[in-house]
């Protein structure tokens, strides 16, 4: 797939989401890795560009350069949004152990949880406020079990899994800090990898080097031959 096409997929993915104005962001590509530019009009915005370009087949990576602009240049105070982030995180039973900061619409997130969905359903919660530019997440998960544990409960998990071929990944836990390394054959697959290995309690870092790779090279293959 050259480089304008795979730009095309992309810019079709985003005017085709509902959710996402796409008509102030600009595409480029180059060998699989697209960049977005221009504006956003929020930061929840931002979230589902990055998940949209994610979804097309031959995309490899993502550099997201987009600038969050709120409508009409109405800015939002910053105690207010750090009130509303704290009230919509109760919802999560999280108040008393993340702890909210924010600074010219910026929000960071501090504090400890145990488990990483915690931590992602707190960014997730706060980023679809008004006026949130971004999130900085800071929240440390605390230590469950041993590394072999982890590792055997990774593994066990990504068996599971029908949307991953657990023989292509590789896992290697040093302490709580978790390496995935192999070939898969779709970004779809990378990711959910790498939700099966954050899911196990006490995980503090997953570090996701397998590469896209498989489904590629199968496909260059078969139009080699006709």
Known sequence: MSNEELC????????????????????????????????VSSFAEKILADNAVRRIWGVRALADELEVRCRNGKKTADDEIANRALKILEWYDLP??????????????????MWQYQKKAAEHAVGKLSGVIGVVNDITIKPAMCASDIKQKIEDALARNAKIEAEGVRVTARDVNILLEGNVDSWEERLAAEDAAWSVAGVQSVHNRLTIGRELERRTSLQGLR
């Open 8 to 39: 095309q997929r992309v810019l079709d993915e985003l005017q085709f989401d509902p959710s996402i104005d796409a008509s102030n962001i600009c595409v480029e590509a180059e060998d699989g890795v697209v960049t977005l530019m221009g504006h």
């Open 96 to 113: 008393n152990q993340v702890q909210v900061t924010v600074d010219h619409g910026l929000i960071l997130l501090t504090g400890e949880v």
